[in-house]
């Protein structure tokens, strides 16, 4: 099957390498020094739990021009790229396009490329469960067995669902469905929104956070009040054991993440401001539309202002 990944980080350098392995004929999107290192070198991952490294004959696009056809295109990239590439895609010809990250207004981008396209689109969103970083050469990717991704669309099934499960039927690599993916994205949002604060306000330095007990204890409260503006705005918990055991169990939560942040690899798990800033902002438009107080949060955006203040 032919497939673009478009983006080369970490979280777009894996998927491809699955789709490769898979035995897909894929093309990754890549710019400058980025795209020099995949012709010179493939597509290098060191895979940090499984401790190996594997390389991946790759080929290398610049652009996405307006004839280029493929059975499946993947936009991996940060929650601020998304909105540059849409017109790139509408120009496309290519159908059947996956949205894959965090994503606070996914209805609006899907209404955004449906309109400027004139070609039939059919658009999914998903989200990748795995993390890592950028290293000189290679991308650093952390996860658990062969890799994961959440996906489902706005409006009922996938229509190109079963495009999607022969792309990964022989692959090491998990596609879970689901009916309420704007839902799933929104709840996914608060617990990454949290720790992301708490990492920052303290420069990612981990062993700090995991000392600073007062500071997960309002991450882990606020992480409770950012799924209650969600459920006086009508979005379901969505999973609903994730809500439900925050709230139950917010002194355990607090101490898995206190030996989480003195873990080694809570220091591979890059975190990017810009995008939490932009999501912070889309977020504080629900509050405001909730109405529902929030001391704990507006605490962790308090504090992490003063430390950006203080640079």
Known sequence: MKVLVYGAGVLGSYLAH??????????VLARGGRAEELEKDGLVIR??????????????IRSLEADDLYDLIFVVMKYTDFREVLPILAGNRSSNIVLV?????????????????????????????????????????????????????????????VLLDQAFAKAKYKLAYHNEMDAWLKNHI?????????????????????RDGKLLSHAVT???????????????LIPAGQASFIRKHKQ???????????????????????????????FNEWKQRAKVPTP????????????????
């Open 222 to 236: 606020a992480m409770d009040e950012g799924f209650r503006v969600l459920e006086a705005l009508g979005y379901p």
């Open 101 to 161: 990250g965090n994503n606070a207004e996914a209805r609006d981008m899907q209404n955004e490329l449906l309109e400027r396209s004139d070609a039939e689109k059919h658009v999914a969103f998903g989200f990748q469960l795995s993390g890592g970083r950028r290293e000189t050469g290679r991308m650093v990717c952390v996860r658990g067995g062969g890799g994961q991704m959440v996906l489902g669309s706005l409006d009922g099934p996938i229509s190109f669902q």
């Open 296 to 311: 704990h949060w507006d605490e962790l955006e308090r504090q992490l202002r003063a430390k950006k203040a203080g640079e």
């Open 190 to 210: 608060v617990p990454i929104m949290a720790l992301n604060y708490v990492t920052q306000i303290h420069k990612g330095r981990m062993k700090e956070v995991a």
């Open 252 to 282: 355990l939560v607090r101490l898995f993440l206190k030996i989480y942040h003195l873990l080694p690899v809570s220091r591979m798990i890059d975190g990017n401001f810009s995008e939490v800033e932009a999501l912070a902002r889309r």
């Open 18 to 27: 699955a789709l490769i392995r898979g035995g897909n004929d894929v093309s």
């Open 47 to 60: 895979h940090y739990v499984q401790r190996k490294t594997t390389v991946d004959p790759v080929r290398v």
